[in-house]
């Protein structure tokens, strides 16, 4: 928000990048800074090419969806829970 708000400065800069209808993607990046703490810069594009070495970076990053199925299931004795609900995989007897 604050970039879009520009408090502070002469000219209206950062907001104008914003709502560029020209720009149609942005890349980020952030680090560590010496002085200031922390540094982030925005980058915006018109478009946007990803090479080869990128790719491959990206698919190492990108978080693996966890697929593994639950398959034990632990009995439940329905004298124990009460008259709490007991969970549907248990049969009652």
Do not use: W
């Amino acid at each position: 928000m604050d970039l879009f708000i520009d408090d502070g400065f002469t000219s209206r800069e950062h907001r104008m990048r914003l709502i560029n209808p020209d720009f149609k993607v942005a890349g980020l990046a952030s680090c560590a800074h010496r002085y200031l703490k922390h540094m982030s810069v925005i980058d915006y594009a018109e478009s946007m090419q990803v090479n080869q070495l990128a790719t491959e970076k990206i698919k190492k990053l990108q978080r693996k969806p966890d697929t593994s199925v639950v398959t034990q299931v632990t009995p439940v004795d329905p004298a124990e829970v009460g008259d709490h609900e007991v969970p549907k995989l248990v049969e009652r007897k």
